[in-house]
Structures are given as structure tokens and as C-alpha cells.
């Protein structure tokens, strides 16, 4: 099994629908940690050595946030800012998150047809998320996929928590086919790619 760090970051929880559909459909399963990034650091008073740890500690890392202004919330950027340090994650020294895999869950208010260079996005939405690629890349982790629901605002939550319930099983008893989920765009709760084996 692998060991599984999952983290939720929302700094408007109470209003979320779909990140916190998410977030409470990942509390029933078994073998998984979850953080609540905004709820543990309010003031973004960040435990350095304690998140760096909890990264040694896990294998596979799935960040959730809804996508603001293009990118991740501001906490997400300062936990990374501080926990990916040099001589930690990458540079002289920087190996300790070698071979480990990152995955981002991702919802975005826009529809999918608008982030195309037609759309009014402009752009893939893989396009933004490419900072996070490259940190995994510099960091020696493996990049997969991210799991996706656009049009946020509009769409029922349900399928969607499910589904990212059914990944994060999947990922911690190492039934997502890896090389699937590396060459895909993005992926969605009915095309997650499984491998065989009995469900959990
Ligand atoms: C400050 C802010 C910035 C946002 N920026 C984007 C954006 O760049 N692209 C997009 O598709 N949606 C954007 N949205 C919409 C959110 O992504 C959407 O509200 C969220 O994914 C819905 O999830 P929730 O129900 O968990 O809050 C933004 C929303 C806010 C409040």
C-alpha cells in the first residue's frame, strides 16, 4: 500500500461545494492522511520541519484546491514556498522527495470547452498548472495527471466526490495505471484509469 498525504486547501470553506464534497468524501477511507491546509495554518504560520517531515513520511502527495486566478490559493503557494526548501527537494543535497509522485485535484468555475486556445481561457489548463509540473520535475517526483472538474459552479458535486474517493483508494492500494495518468491531459471521475483488481 502506498502512503498517502492528501491535502485540502480552501480559504472559504463554508462556501465551497465541490472541494468540500471532496474533502468529506475522503474522510471515510481508511490508510489515507488528510491535512486541512487553511484550518491548520490561519495565519500561514507554517511548521516548516513538521510539513517536510509529513512529506518524507508519504509516497504519493494529492493537493486539492479550486483554481484561483489560475493557479492554486495563496496558502498552497506559501506551503510549497517553504517546504520545498533547497538542499530538501532539489539542489545540493535536495533528494528527499525523490521517486515520489504528486497529483493535483483540481475545480475551476470555467467550462471545459473554455480553457482551449478558442475558449475564453486562452489556454490548456494544463498550461497553468505547469509550475506545479516543474516543481514535482526539479523535486524528482513523478507528475501525474491532475483531477479535474470544470464548470464548478454549475455541475453536481456528487460524481465528482465520488470519483475522487474511488482515486485516492486507487492510488493507495497502487491500482491507478501510472503511465495512464502521466500521458493523459487530465483526468475525470468516469476516466479514471484503473488497473485490475479487486475494489476496495
Ligand atoms: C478569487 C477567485 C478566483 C477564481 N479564479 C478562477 C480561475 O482562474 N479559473 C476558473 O475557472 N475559476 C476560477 N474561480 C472559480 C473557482 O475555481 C470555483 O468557484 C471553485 O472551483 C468552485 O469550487 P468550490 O465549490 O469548492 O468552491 C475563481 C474563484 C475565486 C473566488
Do not use: C
Not at 539542489?91 to 475564453?120: C, E, F, I, N, W
Not at 507528475?143 to 474517493?165: C, I, M, N, S, T
Not at 492510488?171 to 493523459?184: F, I, K, V
Amino acid at each position: 500500500m502506498a502512503r498517502l498525504l492528501h491535502i485540502f486547501a480552501h480559504p472559504g470553506r463554508a462556501t465551497s461545494r465541490v472541494n468540500l464534497s471532496m474533502w468529506r468524501a475522503a474522510q471515510g477511507i481508511d490508510g489515507i492522511d488528510s491535512l486541512d491546509l487553511y484550518s491548520t495554518y490561519p495565519r500561514y504560520a507554517i511548521d516548516i520541519e513538521k510539513e517536510q517531515q509529513r512529506l518524507v513520511d508519504h509516497d504519493v502527495l494529492v493537493l486539492q484546491f479550486p483554481l484561483f486566478w489560475y493557479s492554486a490559493p495563496a496558502l498552497v503557494k506559501e506551503w510549497i514556498d517553504l517546504t520545498f526548501e533547497h538542499g530538501f527537494a532539489y539542489g545540493q543535497g535536495g533528494d528527499r522527495l525523490r521517486g515520489k509522485q504528486m497529483m493535483l485535484a483540481v475545480t475551476a468555475g470555467g467550462p471545459q470547452d473554455a480553457y482551449s486556445h478558442q475558449g475564453y481561457q486562452h489556454f490548456e489548463l494544463r498550461t497553468f498548472l505547469t509550475p506545479f509540473e516543474q516543481t514535482a520535475r526539479l523535486s524528482q517526483m513523478t507528475f501525474l495527471a491532475p483531477y479535474v472538474q470544470f464548470g464548478a459552479l454549475k455541475e453536481d458535486p456528487a460524481p465528482h466526490a465520488r470519483g475522487f474517493a474511488d482515486l485516492l483508494r486507487a492510488l493507495r492500494d497502487d491500482r491507478l495505471d501510472l503511465s495512464r495518468a502521466q500521458q493523459a491531459q487530465f483526468l475525470t471521475h468516469d476516466t479514471l484509469p484503473l488497473t485490475e483488481g479487486a475494489p476496495t
